[in-house]
């Protein structure tokens, strides 16, 4: 499918998207019907600002996250260390106009350096040309992880648009190389999802999660429930996550 069209159908499923959406709807179809339209707005307002507060939106990460974090005495028999891509931040101007990681995918390749650190393993960074990019992210990413925290990388899948491509094409690199654990290097909310489709393919994971949303925070309970961009942000993540888990289970099937 168009990778822009599946961008598309994505904001409309995703909040903020899917509460435009589903209000259009009941415009349309309630609309000779004044009173089960306000209640029904009532219910969409609510949830609306409900996933807009860092205390649903925490636990709405938890459901998804692991428990644990990463132990590297448990992966002693571990082969390599694979890191898969969050998007690229595109001609950056302070570099030049050159391809730099993205927040979300710099977060990810500063834990692996951390986990490199302790566990010395050959690494393979994930990540295609999304919305022709001039730079695959794999690319990218060992560029970053070389010059800025001095780790070389051995292999680059550069021909994924997705995790499911991610998975399946940094599986078959593996099965060339005659290696079946890994020590996989993500976010915390994308882990069951990404674990989930390499264990289907015979893969061991050792899981590195990193950057927990559901992390506690110091906040006062007035503030847990206040609105704002970074829990919509958290919420429509966890959401993602959750489609995307059962799309990678029927893929599985």
Request: with cysteine.
């Amino acid at each position: 499918m168009n990778s822009i069209l599946v961008a598309v159908i994505k904001s409309l499923i995703l909040p903020p998207g899917v509460f435009i959406v589903l209000a259009i709807i009941v415009w349309i179809l309630f609309r000779n019907h004044t009173r089960a339209r306000n209640y029904i707005f009532i219910v969409l307002f609510v949830v609306f600002y409900m996933v807009s507060t860092p205390f649903v939106a925490r636990y709405l990460a938890g459901l998804i996250e692991p428990e644990l974090v990463f132990e590297p005495e448990a992966a002693s028999d571990a082969q390599a260390l694979v890191i898969l891509g969050c998007n690229l931040y595109v001609n950056a101007p302070e570099y030049g106009g050159a391809d730099d990681a993205s927040a979300c995918t710099l977060v990810r390749l500063r834990y692996a350096a951390e986990v490199f650190s302790k566990i010395n393993l050959p690494i393979m960074t994930c990540g295609g040309r999304v919305f022709g990019k001039s730079e695959a992210e794999a690319k990218v990413m060992a560029r970053i992880l070389e010059d800025r925290f001095n780790v070389e990388t051995r292999w680059q899948e550069e021909n994924s648009l997705n995790t499911y491509q991610n998975v399946e094409n940094a599986a078959a690199i593996l099965d060339k190389e005659g290696l079946n654990k890994i020590i996989l290097v993500t976010h915390a909310i994308h882990m069951r999802r990404a674990s989930y489709s390499f264990e289907k393919l015979n893969i061991k994971v050792y899981k590195a999660p990193t950057y927990f949303f559901s992390a506690t925070h110091n906040n006062s309970l007035l503030l847990d429930f206040m609105p704002g961009i970074n829990s919509l942000y958290i919420s429509r993540f966890a959401a993602y996550e959750t489609i995307g888990f059962i799309w990678h289970w029927l893929k599985h099937l």
